[in-house]
């Protein structure tokens, strides 16, 4: 079985603007040095227009995650090839840096969460567009036990919460639930307690009330844990979404919107078959990824099945026919709530950083 690790080709010298580069180094944080973004040269392959194109995908957590399960279908099912891909997928840790390596022209497209989206526009004027939802109800859980169990907004008062690391995407999630309820983000502890295995011990023992977790996980404790209790952000709070994005200079380029166009037809067509074979529970899907990618939520087959089936109802919520591709009320909705939580100015337009126009077509 082929490794499942990011695909490095070797680091090539930045195809960039000084501009952009200067832009992103002005935002603060250092730029990796990946692989070209995108490629015009042909390189075989059968896709319409001519030859296969280089893409460079970034990814913000680690490539082999049932997260990416759209991108790596596309790879192993074919569907890159058949629109004329060649897509290079490379990882780095979290959204900040994937942001400014987006900007500086390093890589072409990454998958970013709406919170830290407008965050980066709002606070920063991070030149990013949003070119299509992908995950369009938010996925993480607050984990927690039947001693105290958290399963609505209003349980957070008082409480002291396990985060990954303090100012993320999951902190900011628990401040957005917390304003749904109307709750002092003050009023609620909080402890940086990771990602590794076994963090519900410190629930069990009192430490903490609840912590954050990605939905695989959850389920994951859930299935181990019969005293666990799960509770879903999205019931109460519209952030959550998932969005690929670009810059705006890196959009500007003919060449890359072509690129563009086909990444997110290949995405949509790959979703498409997930879609099909939920009534194989998924067999085709886990097989065809796990020949190249070794997926660790895969090896509970009932995990994997179950994760799935939440992830197609996330693709899925504004109908398959309109998959990757941002709802731009649900957009509105969350840059609304953000701006009456104190996390982003208010005055802005946030149908200003979408972009439609490479929206996949309905099968």
Request: charged share 20%; proline share 6%; with cysteine.
């Amino acid at each position: 079985m082929a490794s499942s690790a990011p695909r490095n080709r070797g680091l090539l010298p930045l195809q960039q603007s000084r501009r952009a580069f200067l832009g992103a180094v002005a935002l603060g944080v250092s730029v990796p040095l990946l692989a070209a973004c995108g490629d015009d040269s042909d390189s075989g392959g059968d896709g319409s227009g001519g030859g296969s194109k280089d893409l460079t995908f970034l990814s913000v957590i680690p490539l082999p995650s049932i997260s990416n399960a759209p991108e790596l279908l596309a790879d192993t099912g074919g569907h890159f090839t058949k629109h004329g891909l060649n897509v290079q997928f490379e990882a780095t840790q979290g959204s900040p840096p994937a942001i400014q390596t987006v900007i500086a022209g390093s890589a072409l497209l990454t998958k970013l969460g709406d919170i830290e989206t407008i965050t980066a526009i709002s606070d920063k004027n991070a030149p990013l567009v949003n070119l299509g939802g992908v995950e369009k109800q938010g996925l993480l859980r607050f984990m927690s036990s039947k001693r105290k169990p958290l399963t609505k907004a209003e349980d957070f008062r008082g409480v002291t919460m396990g985060l990954p690391s303090t100012g993320g995407t999951s902190e900011k999630t628990l401040d957005l639930v917390l304003a749904s309820a109307g709750i002092p983000r003050e009023s609620v502890k909080r402890q940086v307690v990771g990602l590794a295995p076994g963090i519900f011990e410190l629930v069990k023992s009192g430490r903490i009330d609840g912590y954050i977790v990605s939905l695989d996980t959850s389920l994951s404790v859930l299935a181990q844990e019969p005293d666990a209790v799960a509770f879903a952000p999205s019931s109460v709070v519209s952030a959550g979404s998932q969005a690929y994005a670009t810059s705006k200079e890196q959009l500007a380029r003919a060449g890359n919107q072509d690129q563009i166009r086909r990444f997110l037809q290949a995405i949509a067509d790959s979703i498409r078959f997930m879609v099909d074979d939920e009534k194989n529970d998924f067999k085709e899907t886990i097989r065809l990824i796990g020949t190249k990618h070794q997926v660790p939520s895969f090896k509970d087959p009932g995990v994997a099945v179950e994760a799935l089936k939440l992830f197609v109802k996330s693709w899925t919520v504004d109908g398959v026919d309109k998959v990757v591709q941002t709802n731009p009320d649900t957009w509105r909705s969350t840059y609304d709530v953000m701006v009456k939580s104190g996390l982003v100015p208010a005055g802005k337009d946030p149908s200003q950083w979408l972009n439609a126009d490479y929206a996949p077509k309905a099968s």
